[in-house]
Structure formats: C-alpha cells, structure tokens
C-alpha cells in the first residue's frame, strides 16, 4: 500500500508505505480452487492493519485491486465481501489484461519508454508481459505462471536440485511458447522488469557483482547454479535476498530463465513503476478530470 498526497504544485508527495507478506497464491487449493482459512485469516489482517493507516492519514480515495489469485479462487465472493468491509473500500477484481496494461501505465510513469520496450512482471500467480512505445500498448498477455505457484509446484519437496528446476524451466517455455511468435514480430529495443521477482533477483546479482544494472541469461544461469549447489530451499543464502523471498526465489527464477530462452532476451533493467504506480496515477488523473469538469 501506499498513500500520497497532491500538493498545490501538482507534485506527489509519499506519506507512508506499508508491505506485508501474504502469499495470498499459497493457500488456493490447485484442484477444488479453494482459499484455505490460513491465507484468508493472513489477509484479512493485512487489510486491517492497512483500514488503520488509511484512517490515521484520513484518506479520501482508495483504489484497492485483486489480481491472479481473486481472478482465479473459486467461491470468492464472501470472502472479498469481508475483505472489503475490513478494508472499509471497494475492491475489484481485474483482468490479466488489465493488469498488464496498468503495468505498463507504471512502468511509463516512472521511465522514458520512447523507443520500444518489453515489460515483465512476475507475480505470485500469474505473469504480465507487455510490448509498448510512448504511451502506446503494441501487446499484452498475462500468463498463469509466477513465483508462487511454481516453487509449490516444481519445488514441492524442497529440493534445488536440477530436475526440479528443468521441470520449472521447460513449463515457462511452454506457456510463453504461445506468444513468442507475436512478440518475437513486433521486437523491442529494452526490455525491463518490474517487482519482486525482478527486484530479489537483481538484488541477488548486485551482491555478486557490485554496481550491477542489469539481468543477463549467463546471471541467472549462474544464481540458479548456485541454488542448485545449496540444495535445498531452508539452506539458500545470498545477501541482500530479504528471507520472505527465500521460499520462492526458485520458483520465480523458473519463471524468468524460461522467458529469457523462449523469447530470446539477452538483457534486462528493473522498472521502477508497475501495477501499484499505474492504478495510482490513473486515479489521479479520473479525479483531476473530475474535478475540471465541475469547475
């Protein structure tokens, strides 16, 4: 979460931020679809630390989004009835293409994206890709895969070993496989990730490599070497890898070493906007127009 106020000069200023550790994903039930309590209970409790914040900071507009994990849990309803009464706001449930494309709003807030870029974002349950220039979404898709779901999927008996993460890998490939041809044809010039996957695995690069801006297939090649070397997920040690990322570092690993080979990327920059920034700035902007409307 992040709260911000607008100034008389147009300028957003942070009033605080807040990040808890939910793992919403980890509770769905991969046959029934199910939510169990723990995950419920876990994000019930973030939602009200955040109602507290958000009535400490008296704050008037609040736009709280669901993504993978709501689109995807069956019987949802009750659930995200409670969740919004806690929260004391609305919250609605977004598309994979919505997604995607708030994305990229974000990441085009925060970074001149003028010439053609590649946007990822992994998330816990799905992944986001999206080709744009300027302002302009050229192609989109969200795929089911993400950080979550494939570390209880590949990574199940807790092993780093290299059959798992062949398995986690040649399951990217297979699910990016279907856009590669459009995306590959359209081509871009950058390519950028964007959020937690991105951020750990850069982190995770830097502490190797001091300085270090960019992802590269031989890095990842490299950190998943290493993991594998650790062998097990209890034991993974790097520095500057904070431990609620630990636990599924591999499963997201899996999933960006996948897109890097099926869709031949040879580079990679972290993008400082994403979801969160994009749903804010539009915000922002619907009740800019609202107001100059009313005037």
């Given at each position: 979460?992040?709260i911000?106020?607008?100034?008389l000069?147009?300028?957003?200023?942070?009033?605080?931020?807040?990040?808890?550790?939910?793992q919403?994903r980890?509770?769905?039930d991969?046959?029934?679809g199910?939510?169990?309590?723990?995950?419920q209970?876990r994000?019930l409790?973030?939602l009200?630390q955040?109602?507290?914040?958000?009535?400490?900071?008296?704050?008037e507009?609040?736009d709280?989004?669901g993504?993978?994990?709501?689109?995807a849990?069956?019987?949802?309803?009750?659930?995200?009835?409670?969740?919004?009464?806690?929260?004391?706001?609305?919250i609605?449930v977004i598309?994979?293409?919505?997604?995607?494309?708030?994305?990229?709003?974000?990441?085009?807030?925060?970074?001149?994206?003028s010439s053609?870029?590649?946007i990822?974002?992994?998330?816990?349950?799905s992944?986001?890709?999206?080709?744009?220039e300027?302002?302009k979404?050229?192609?989109?898709a969200?795929?089911?895969?993400?950080?979550?779901?494939?570390?209880?999927?590949?990574?199940?008996?807790?092993?780093?070993n290299?059959a798992?993460?062949?398995?986690?890998?040649?399951?990217?490939?297979?699910?990016a496989a279907?856009i590669?041809?459009?995306f590959?044809s359209?081509?871009?010039?950058?390519?950028?990730?964007?959020?937690?996957?991105i951020?750990?695995?850069?982190?995770?690069?830097?502490?190797l490599?001091?300085?270090?801006?960019?992802?590269?297939?031989?890095?990842?090649?490299a950190?998943a070497?290493?993991?594998?070397?650790?062998?097990?997920?209890?034991?993974?040690?790097?520095?500057?890898?904070?431990?609620?990322?630990?636990?599924?570092i591999a499963?997201?690993?899996?999933?960006?070493l996948?897109?890097?080979?099926?869709?031949?990327?040879s580079?990679?920059g972290?993008?400082?906007?994403?979801?969160?920034?994009?749903?804010?700035f539009e915000?922002?902007a619907?009740?800019?127009?609202?107001?100059n409307?009313?005037?």
């Amino acid at each position: 979460m992040v709260i911000v106020e607008k100034d008389l000069f147009g300028t957003l200023n942070i009033l605080h931020r807040e990040k808890q550790k939910v793992q919403l994903r980890s509770g769905m039930d991969e046959l029934s679809g199910q939510l169990d309590q723990a995950s419920q209970e876990r994000a019930l409790n973030c939602l009200e630390q955040f109602s507290i914040a958000l009535e400490q900071f008296e704050v008037e507009h609040v736009d709280a989004v669901g993504t993978y994990t709501l689109r995807a849990a069956k019987e949802i309803e009750n659930f995200l009835k409670l969740a919004s009464e806690v929260l004391t706001f609305p919250i609605r449930v977004i598309s994979g293409e919505e997604e995607a494309r708030l994305i990229y709003v974000g990441a085009s807030q925060r970074r001149d994206l003028s010439s053609k870029h590649l946007i990822i974002d992994i998330g816990g349950g799905s992944t986001e890709l999206i080709i744009g220039e300027n302002h302009k979404i050229l192609s989109l898709a969200s795929l089911p895969m993400g950080s979550v779901s494939f570390q209880e999927k590949f990574f199940k008996d807790f092993k780093l070993n290299q059959a798992n993460f062949s398995s986690a890998i040649d399951a990217s490939r297979k699910l990016a496989a279907g856009i590669k041809s459009q995306f590959l044809s359209l081509g871009w010039r950058h390519s950028l990730g964007s959020s937690g996957t991105i951020q750990a695995v850069l982190s995770i690069i830097r502490s190797l490599t001091p300085g270090e801006t960019e992802i590269t297939l031989s890095q990842l090649e490299a950190i998943a070497r290493r993991m594998i070397s650790m062998g097990e997920v209890n034991l993974i040690d790097f520095e500057e890898l904070r431990d609620d990322r630990k636990n599924i570092i591999a499963g997201g690993l899996s999933v960006l070493l996948g897109l890097f080979y099926e869709l031949r990327i040879s580079s990679m920059g972290l993008s400082k906007g994403a979801l969160r920034e994009g749903v804010l700035f539009e915000m922002i902007a619907r009740l800019d127009q609202e107001i100059n409307l009313s005037k």
